[in-house]
């Protein structure tokens, strides 16, 4: 019996008998297609009226490649899941802390300090004062400083009013905008990255458990 190596599906197909009814094993088709366009080759025994055998790869031979890719697939789920989370985190971060500084005496006080001070409601307009953030720790001495202490509420606005760096945006807290603006694209771009390639890993399974199934040992 003649064997014939493959390494492209247009070889196999020569080889396919002009009356087998191959719309029956699309998947199969499917699966070798993928199979030979990642670059795997098949080992066949030609066939007058069916299928050739499949000599390679063999069952054995397939099952140890797919427990190898679903282990490295379960990694990439992993770090998937990770980023994912940090997508989540980014994108709700200001929500999430407009509902936490509900909880907080601080916001309050500075809500009520606005009421009957002017000069103090008028200075944390100027400066944009980052009050929904008082959940943050990064952001909480801030708030607790420019409502406590008015040197530093003067010099504070002085800054925001005069500094070169905030001449296109009077916000004290642009950073915080800038850095979840920032998270929330490199968390995305590894996120969708992440996403293509578990999806690649799976297609790469399923061909070769389509090829198992075809394998005669």
Same mark, same amino acid.
């Given at each position: 019996?003649? %064997? ?13 008998? +002009? ?33 050739? %055998? @499949? ?21 990439? #789920?992993?770090?998937?899941?990770? *980023? ?11 929500? /999430? ?5 509900? %909880?907080?005496? @601080?916001? *309050? +006080? ?11 409601? #008028?200075?944390?307009?100027? =400066?944009?004062?980052?009050?929904? @953030?008082? #959940?943050?720790?990064?952001? +909480? ?8 202490? =008015?040197?530093?509420?003067?010099? /504070? ?14 916000? =004290? ?24 390639? =578990?999806? #690649? ?12 199934? *075809?394998?005669?040992?």
């Amino acid at each position: 019996m003649r %064997k014939d190596l493959i390494s492209s599906f247009s070889q196999l197909e020569k080889m396919l008998p +002009k009356k087998l009814p191959v719309e029956k094993e699309a998947a199969r088709i499917t699966a070798l297609k993928h199979y030979l366009s990642k670059g795997g080759v098949l080992h066949v025994a030609p066939s007058e009226n069916e299928w050739p %055998k @499949l000599l390679y790869p063999t069952k054995a031979h397939l099952k140890k490649k797919i427990g190898e890719i679903r282990a490295l697939q379960e990694q990439y #789920a992993s770090r998937l899941s990770s *980023w994912q989370k940090k997508f989540n985190g980014a994108k709700n971060y200001k929500s /999430l802390n407009n509902l936490k500084k509900i %909880k907080e005496p @601080l916001f *309050w +006080k500075h809500m009520a300090k606005c009421a009957v001070d002017k000069d103090y409601r #008028a200075d944390s307009e100027k =400066v944009k004062l980052p009050v929904h @953030l008082v #959940a943050d720790q990064r952001w +909480k001495p801030m708030v607790k400083t420019f409502l406590r202490d =008015v040197d530093y509420r003067k010099q /504070l606005v002085q800054t925001v009013d005069e500094s070169i760096v905030y001449r296109n945006n009077k916000k =004290v807290a642009q950073y915080a905008d800038l850095l979840q603006s920032f998270r929330m694209e490199q968390s995305n771009r590894k996120v969708e990255e992440l996403k293509q390639r =578990v999806a #690649a890993l799976e297609a790469d399974i399923s061909a070769m458990q389509e090829l198992a199934r *075809w394998a005669s040992f």
